[in-house]
Each structure stands twice: as C-alpha cells, then as structure tokens.
C-alpha cells in the first residue's frame, strides 16, 4: 500500500512560513481530493486546505490569502504554503488522499509550532 510522509514542520515566529511537502511511496489511482488537515493539542482534526482531482483548491476561512496549496503529480508530492503564521495555527499536520471507494490514506503527520 502507498504511504505518505510529511516534511518541513517546525518552529517557526509569528508571521514566519512553512512549506509543508506531502510525498507519496508510489503513484496512487483513483484519487478524488488531496488536503492538508491539522489538529491542535485538545482539539479535533480540522481540514486546513484541500486540491480536488480537477485542480480546485479551497481553504479554512482563517487560511485564506496565506496559505496555497498545491501538487506535482510527476513527483507524486502535495506541497502546503504557509505565510504569516500564527501562534493558534500550532499543531500537528497532516496529509490526506481522499479516494474513491476506498479507506482515505492518512500521512503520520509533521509539528508546526508558532511562537509568539
């Protein structure tokens, strides 16, 4: 089965960036959407951005005009942008492939922590 890995966690200050890359183990069929997820310490899993199979993107409202997702499907990587991070966008992130008919695939997920 094809796994994912995420990269380019860190810490990071308030209004620094991150670029976060999502490789996959091997090419993957039938996938419906690609996004990034995050979960803050006490909180639940919360979608932060998603890129369809057709190439829209859309974003957590607070994520809008900083964060850019994308993919390059030769290099089977997602990539997320970050831009002016805050210290409440601290978490741990996580790529997911959403695929049609089948268990969506979850990477194991990378720590960003913004300081204040």
């Known amino acids: 089965q094809v796994q994912l890995m995420e990269s380019g966690g860190g810490l990071v200050q308030a209004g620094g960036s991150l670029r976060l890359s999502c490789a996959a183990s091997?090419?993957?069929?039938?996938?419906?959407?690609m996004g990034w997820y995050r979960q803050a310490p006490g909180k639940q899993r919360e979608s932060v951005a998603v890129?369809?199979?057709?190439?829209?993107?859309d974003y957590v409202e607070s994520a809008k005009g900083r964060f850019s997702i994308s993919r390059d499907s030769a290099k089977n990587t997602m990539y997320l942008q970050m831009n002016s991070l805050k210290p409440e966008e601290t978490g741990v992130y996580y790529c997911?492939?959403?695929?049609?008919?089948?268990?969506?695939?979850w990477g194991q997920g990378t720590q960003v922590t913004v300081s204040s």
């Open positions: 890129i369809t199979r057709f190439g829209r993107t």
């Open positions: 091997g090419s993957i069929n039938g996938v419906d959407a």
């Open positions: 997911n492939v959403a695929l049609t008919g089948r268990v969506p695939l």
